[in-house]
């Protein structure tokens, strides 16, 4: 069982994989031909029962029901998915359909089932790699995809194993949370942002190719917080976490390229637990874009300063 995706103005049906390069370079897994679709426009990536869609900073953009694709977005059966001019159907062959159901949109959105949500603390992480697009347009989009693959596996390895919960990848980032906020937790995600932002990362295979072929160098960074977030499902079948917090952590680890430090975190993650004092250092207190009042943040120390 799988998803296609199905074109509008033909009529072809194109079977998704695992993981799905769109665009219009030659070597791309699903290339078409359009002049409003970039040479790694999108991803669409199985996880599990759900495929979710990233917009790789595309010209001209990704949309799903005519609304922009801005962070990983979970396809649901009948979606209208439009790549430049190109616009298909997402036919989910895995998902329970009701019988009268059809591929209309508005009358899919009727189907969609409002679960209960819940508020907890939770610890969050945000990662992202440096300079994707800038390094991306110097690459083949095969090797887009194979530094992506890896870069995701390498995510999982990592967060998984410390128990994290990976809510979404979005193209070149990933986001990740633990419910609760424990001193034990704190330490785990302390160890994953290291793990993935360290010298060791980037001596997996791609990355090493890229240096050692390409004299290219890719880093990722890391923001980590503590925050209230709205965790649970938001529809059938979406699981997600949600709130200020979040949108906070993703705001800190922006921080990281003006500050040139590889893992910042926010006041709240260090409060209350003494020892992480020892392991981070004050980093100040910064404006970051939609706030109201700036963050402070704190830098984790044994990294050396990373040129951006």
Known sequence: MGATLKSVEKGQEIVLEDFNLIGRSPDASIRLLDGGVSRQHATIRRDGQLFWVSDLDSANGSFVNDVAVTTARALRHGDRVQFGTSIFIF?????????????????????????????????LLVGDLRNFTSISAQLSAE????MLREWYAQCEQVLKSRDAIIDKFIGDGVFAYWPGDDHTTRVRATEAAKLL??????????????????????HCHVGLNIGDVALGAMGRGVNTAVGEAVNVTFRIESLTRKLQVPVLAGAP???GWPEGRQLYQNAGIHPVKGQPEPVEVYSLLDFPTVSL
């Open 91 to 123: 036919d989910s062959q895995d998902e329970e359909r009701p019988p009268s159901e059809s591929s209309n949109v508005s009358t899919q959105s009727l189907h969609t089932i409002a679960l209960p949500v819940k508020t907890v603390k939770a610890t």
């Open 143 to 146: 090797e887009v995809a194979a």
């Open 197 to 218: 932002s360290g010298p060791e990362a980037g001596n997996s295979p791609k990355r090493k190719w890229l240096r050692e072929n390409m004299n290219l160098e890719v």
């Open 269 to 271: 993650f260090l409060q």
